[in-house]
């Protein structure tokens, strides 16, 4: 049964970069026809898709994100550790949330996203000074 | 972007009544090519990722209760708990995938009367 394990600093100072890990195990990120995703969730409030990355197939490597954070967002996979990343520049306090890595289907040879099936627990990042 | 509107903001029904939520999206979802809606419920407890219940609008993810049903086509959809149980007591969205970025409703949390 594959689990994701978000993780990295729980504390960034505003203008400065957040970068997270998401660590896969119990299967190969590259195995079967999935996408990887980071969602956030502020506190109380509502999920949010900053975007996601194919790891297999002639998309490997291919990701697209949220145009809201397009300019600010990158999302990369290191498949020799089972990984995958989020990079988010110049932070403010508005990107303070709990961070999900996630894996969803995709379709072949489409490659249309599907339902997200699997989840992180999360992990909380707060932009402080 | 597609947005994704619930309602009710919150719900409160008895145990072993039916609670009812709604989501309705901007445009379509429904795919014309193999006539599936591309749309999805999720439950989210306190202090835990989301959960997938339903898929395709209407599929059960394997391991969820009966009690759990989705139904709807096009931009009217609905999730239906047939006999509410204290466990699932929960935030619940609806989320489209039909087109990025993929978004998600605002929430229903459901509680118990």
């Known amino acids: 049964q594959v689990q994701l394990q978000e993780s990295g600093p729980g504390l960034v100072k505003p203008s400065q970069t957040l970068s997270l890990t998401c660590t896969v195990s119990g299967d190969s990120i590259t195995s079967g026809t999935y996408y990887w995703s980071w969602i956030r969730q502020p506190a109380g409030k509502g999920l949010e898709w900053i975007g996601r990355i194919y790891t297999s197939g002639s998309a490997s490597g291919s990701a697209k994100y949220n145009p809201s954070l397009k300019s600010r967002v990158t999302i990369s996979v290191d498949t020799s550790k089972n990984q995958f990343s989020l990079i988010l520049s110049s932070v403010t306090a508005a990107d303070t949330a709990v961070y999900y890595c996630?894996?969803?289907?995709?379709?072949?040879?489409?490659?249309?996203?599907?339902?997200?099936?699997?989840w992180g627990q999360g992990t909380l990042v707060t932009v402080s000074s | 972007d597609i947005e994704m509107t619930q309602s009710p903001d919150s719900l409160a029904v008895s145990l072993g009544e039916r609670a009812t939520i709604n989501c309705k999206s901007s445009?379509?979802?429904?795919?014309?090519?193999?006539?599936?809606?591309?749309l999805a419920w999720y439950q989210q407890k306190p202090g835990q990722p989301p959960k997938l219940l339903i898929y395709w609008a209407s599929t059960r993810e394997s391991g969820v209760p009966d009690r759990f049903s989705g139904s709807g086509s096009g931009t009217d959809f609905t999730l239906t708990i047939s006999s509410l149980q204290a466990e699932d007591v929960a935030v619940y969205y609806c989320q489209q995938y039909y087109s990025t970025p993929i978004t998600f409703g605002q929430g229903t949390r459901l509680e118990i009367e």
């Open positions: 445009q379509s979802v429904l795919y014309s090519s193999n006539n599936k809606d591309y």
């Open positions: 996630a894996r969803g289907q995709h379709t072949l040879p489409e490659y249309q996203l599907l339902q997200i099936d699997c």
